[in-house]
T-cell receptor, first 116, second 112 residues
């Protein structure tokens, strides 16, 4: 399996611009997570989906952030408008959530976002 | 939520040494995982271990769920073991739905 695939790997943008991050989970996984990592706050969960439905979006910082999962193989995280404080590494992760299974969480390579 | 505390925050070793990393959690859990973030930023899953003991090469992990802690053992450490080790736990609410809570990590540096 190709693993969790994220794009782009790096994104540099100017304040006020729209940013869209993309993620393809591992085939067969039914839960998808978006995390943000900074030195100050560590790994923060932004939102997670189960069977394409948002389950917990309490970590989404504010209305500028939105996430969608239109089907089982694709998700987007959008920031509009972007601000310098959004600069971070954004990770997507997926797992198979089901009782009596090995629920290992697998991460993508991340998107390094820099907002100038 | 749940509090996940890792210790020590930093660890410096000579190549060949053994080490033990600890993860304490504040509530009963039904999911406990260990991850390694290498110096290039990749997060690699090491163990899914809500209870019991598992081994994978030089690494092993033990979770004592009743006492709310997990240990990660690294034997004969190598420079490639350097990076940050994270523990993550999901509180047991009788469901497989629910987020994992991450600790702040242990920064391991192995010198040749």
């Amino acid at each position: 399996d190709a693993g969790v695939i994220q794009s782009p790997r790096h994104e540099v943008t100017e304040m006020g611009q729209e940013v869209t991050l993309r993620c393809k989970p591992i085939s067969g996984h039914n839960s998808l997570f978006w995390y943000r990592q900074t030195m100050m706050r560590g790994l923060e969960l932004l939102i997670y989906f189960n069977n394409n439905v948002p389950i917990d979006d309490s970590g989404m910082p504010e209305d500028r952030f939105s996430a969608k999962m239109p089907n089982a193989s694709f998700s987007t995280l959008k920031i509009q408008p972007s601000e310098p404080r959004d600069s971070a590494v954004y990770f997507c992760a997926s797992t198979q959530t089901r009782k009596s299974t090995n629920e290992k969480l697998f991460f993508g390579s991340g998107t390094q976002l820099s907002v100038l | 939520g749940i509090q996940v505390e890792q210790s020590p925050p930093d660890l410096i070793l000579q190549e060949g040494a053994n080490s033990t990393l600890r993860c304490n959690f504040s509530d009963s859990v039904n999911n406990l995982q260990w991850f390694h973030q290498n110096p290039w930023g990749q997060l690699i899953n090491l163990f899914y271990i809500p209870s019991g003991t598992k081994q994978n090469g030089r690494l092993s992990a033990t979770t004592v769920a009743t006492e709310r802690y997990s240990l990660l053992y690294i034997s004969s450490s190598q420079t490639t073991d350097s990076g940050v080790y994270f523990c993550a736990a999901r509180p047991d609410r009788g469901s497989t739905l629910g987020r994992l809570y991450f600790g702040r990590g242990t920064q391991l540096t192995v010198w040749p």
